[in-house]
């Protein structure tokens, strides 16, 4: 079955950075873009950005520009989303989600990761 | 402040149905497919809708998902205590930055 398994939590300091992974199986990797969700306690969702994992492309939320990167490895159909400069406020659970893309204006998130939180604290 | 409205909470009692909006502009929802996802507490986010009204299998008929114009609406019928979960509706927003944007979730009470 298509799976999304996530690394496991973490605890860092103010100014750190953080790499998280998402482990996808039951599917060809390289055939679905790759989106990063996170969500601070007692939140919503706020997206993040996606890679395609075929070509490497990215595209990330403006506020989140200069301090995320994702990045693939199509060997071990693994993405990643490293988060720099932390501050006490992105403490959140984030999530990897597959996007199923029909056209440009019609596709959704299935599966989704379970979910990695990253405390910031000093 | 999502870019998607959607109210706070709602509530039902068992055997009920309930409806939960979720309100965009021309940029997202009126242009482009909506889905909505189910997070139960403590767990991760789950599709429930896809394509403004179709089901994943596995999805129970009780979930339906309806649009129009710049809003969309998920239904919810034969309300069960399992049901107690946050609602989220989500789409591309086609403004400048093109951006995935979720509504703010609504949290579902069964009485």
């Known amino acids: 079955q298509v799976q999304l398994v996530q690394s496991g939590a973490e605890v860092k300091k103010p100014g750190a950075s953080v790499k998280v992974s998402c482990k996808a199986s039951g599917y060809t990797f390289t055939g679905y873009y790759m989106h990063w969700v996170r969500q601070a306690p007692g939140q919503g969702l706020e997206w993040m950005g996606w890679?395609?994992?075929?070509?490497?492309?990215?595209n990330y939320a403006q506020k989140f520009q200069g301090r995320v990167t994702m990045t693939r490895d199509t060997s071990i159909s693994t993405a990643y989303m490293e988060l720099s400069r932390l501050r006490s406020d992105d403490t959140a659970v984030y999530y990897c989600?597959?996007?199923?893309?029909?056209?440009?204006?019609?596709?959704?998130?299935?599966?989704w990761g379970q979910g990695t939180l990253v405390t910031v604290s000093s | 402040q999502s870019v998607l409205t959607q109210p706070p909470s709602v509530s039902a009692a068992p055997g009920q149905k309930v409806t939960i909006s979720c309100s965009g502009s021309?940029?997202?929802?009126?242009?482009?497919?909506v889905s909505w996802y189910q997070q139960l507490p403590g767990t991760a986010p789950k599709l429930l809708i896809y394509?403004?009204?179709k089901r994943p299998s596995g999805i129970p008929d009780r979930f339906s998902g309806s649009k129009s114009g710049t809003s969309a609406t998920l239904g919810i019928t034969g309300l069960q205590t399992g049901d107690e979960a946050d609602y989220y509706c989500g789409t591309w927003d086609s403004s400048l930055s093109a951006n995935w944007v979720f509504g703010g979730g609504t949290k579902l009470t069964v009485l």
């Open positions: 890679i395609n994992p075929n070509s490497g492309g990215t």
């Open positions: 394509e403004n009204n």
């Open positions: 021309s940029s997202n929802i009126g242009n482009n497919y």
């Open positions: 989600a597959r996007a199923v893309v029909v056209t440009a204006i019609n596709n959704w998130f299935d599966p």
